[in-house]
Nanobody, 115 residues
Framework: QVQLVESGGGLVQPGGSLRLSCAAS????????MDWYRQAPGKQRELVAT???????NYADFVKGRFTISKDNAKNTIYLQMNSLKPEDTAVYYC?????????WGQGTQVTVSA
């Protein structure tokens, strides 16, 4: 079992920044991939960014150049630094982990971008 706890969401004005955190209950060596997904009202959940066990990041086109995914192995935590936020980034952001073929999800954290 892997428990994932997200934090860092909130309300921010367009152009602002937020940093999301996701703490895992298990050490990263047992987790293959960790991702951030998001789901806006009335829309399907979509992949935002991925980081592999080796630390290689990958991003959806709609966040490239604005968002950065990173991880701290000592804290079993991944981060999503979100800059130049737009109203269309408003969504619930979910942390996801894949460990030995099993998918785990956090509870989600709300990000609202509004003036």
């Amino acid at each position: 079992q892997v428990q994932l706890v997200e934090s860092g969401g909130g309300l921010v004005q367009p152009g602002g920044s937020l940093r999301l955190s996701c703490a895992a209950s298990r050490a990263f060596f047992s987790i293959n991939v960790m991702d951030w997904y998001r789901q806006a009202p009335g829309k399907q959940r979509e992949l935002v960014a991925t980081i592999t066990s080796g630390g290689s990041p990958n991003y959806a086109d709609f966040v490239k150049g604005r968002f950065t995914i990173s991880k701290d192995n000592a804290k079993n935590t991944i981060y999503l630094q979100m800059n130049s936020l737009k109203p269309e980034d408003t969504a619930v952001y979910y942390c996801h982990a894949l460990s030995f073929g099993v998918n785990y999800w956090g509870q989600g954290t709300q990000v609202t971008v509004s003036a």
